[in-house]
């Protein structure tokens, strides 16, 4: 009678670990789509900026609004699983070549980038970059931890009996590895 006792306070205590380990996890990835919302909602003003101080080359702008509605449209509940982490990342890393895109087109209108109101822009999507990195830093650090708990026995009967998934990660994009080429 006490190894049942025992054993089964050890479940409520594992299971309670893996909901407070998961509710971590589910609050790192709201954090993470708040500084990737930050980012979108600055695209709007960033394209009125440019578009508004001279004939810019309009398939770059439309490409930036495009890959902006792609992101709006990949939206979950919770952290999401593996192959939800590869669609939402793939919609971010779209969004992320066409403002690397835009930024490359804006270096040939001198006029745009010394007006006051893109510097500011620059400077907010810059800081709004860093931000990412630090919340998918964090998310991957709470996914970690969930992982490890629901791997470790006997946690892991735990976990699969009440069908605890494990959670993605984010990964570097194919070619982050190399260093950009810089050419003048």
């Given amino acids: 009678m006490l190894i049942v006792v ?51 080359e309009q398939e770059t702008l439309t490409a930036v609004v495009e890959a902006r509605a792609k992101v709006g449209q990949v939206n979950f509940e919770s952290a999401p699983d593996a192959a939800q982490m590869q669609q939402f990342q793939q919609a971010q890393d779209g969004l992320s070549s066409a403002l690397s895109r835009l930024l490359v087109v804006v270096e040939r209108y001198p006029d745009i980038k ?3 109101a893109f510097r500011d822009l620059q400077v907010q999507l810059e800081g709004t970059e860093n931000r990412i990195a630090v919340e998918r830093h964090r998310f991957n650090e709470v996914a970690r931890d969930f992982n490890t708990a629901r791997r470790t026995f006997p946690t892991v009967v735990i976990a699969n ?15 982050a590895e190399a260093p950009p080429v810089v050419e003048f």
Wanted: proline fraction near 3%; charge should be negative; hydrophobic fraction near 45%.
């Fill in 6 to 56: 025992v054993v089964a306070m050890y479940g409520v205590a594992g299971y309670n670990r893996l909901i407070a380990l998961e509710e971590g996890v589910d609050s790192a990835w709201g954090q993470v789509e708040n500084v990737y919302q930050r980012r979108a909602d600055l695209i709007p003003n960033l394209v009125a900026t440019v578009k508004g101080s001279a004939e810019f």
């Fill in 114 to 116: 010394s007006t006051e």
């Fill in 161 to 175: 009996f009440f069908g605890f998934a494990p959670k993605a990660y984010f990964e570097a994009v194919e070619g």
